[in-house]
């Protein structure tokens, strides 16, 4: 099994940044993608960034040039916000999946990526952005 807790939220201005961090334990040394997901009230949940444990990233249209995702394998994951927008406000979820077989770590899009991809998920932390 694998635990994951994030931390970093807060509330921004609008153009502000922030980082989120997502901490893994257990069964970790084995985690072949991890993301982060975002879901503001009354819409579903949708994915930011994926990055695969060789490093490759896939971002959201909406959050290329302006977000970036990282990790510290096997353990740690970060988002880079910068240039936040009220429209990216919401509770924001680390996710992570140990096996490639479905591919989780793929083009993103408009963020339309099934949220079932992913077996382990934190509890969320919270991203207020203010105009």
């Known amino acids: 099994q694998v635990q994951l807790v994030e931390s970093g939220g807060g509330s921004v201005q609008a153009g502000g940044s922030l980082r989120l961090s997502c901490a893994a334990s257990?069964?970790?040394?084995?985690?072949?993608?991890m993301a982060w997901f975002r879901q503001a009230p009354g819409k579903e949940r949708e994915a930011v960034a994926v990055?695969?444990?060789?490093?490759?990233a896939h971002y959201a249209d909406s959050v290329t040039g302006r977000f970036t995702i990282s990790r510290d394998n096997p353990k740690n994951t970060y988002l880079q916000m910068n240039s936040l927008k009220p429209e990216d406000t919401g509770m924001y979820y680390c996710?992570?999946?140990?096996?490639?077989?479905?591919?989780?770590?793929?083009?993103?899009?408009?963020?339309?990526?099934?949220?079932?991809?992913?077996?382990?998920w934190g509890q969320g932390t919270q991203v207020t952005v203010s105009s």
């Open positions: 996710a992570a999946e140990s096996t490639s077989v479905r591919f989780p770590c793929r083009y993103i899009g408009a963020g339309n990526l099934p949220t079932n991809l992913f077996r382990y």
């Open positions: 257990g069964y970790t040394y084995s985690l072949y993608c």
């Open positions: 990055i695969r444990s060789d490093g490759t």
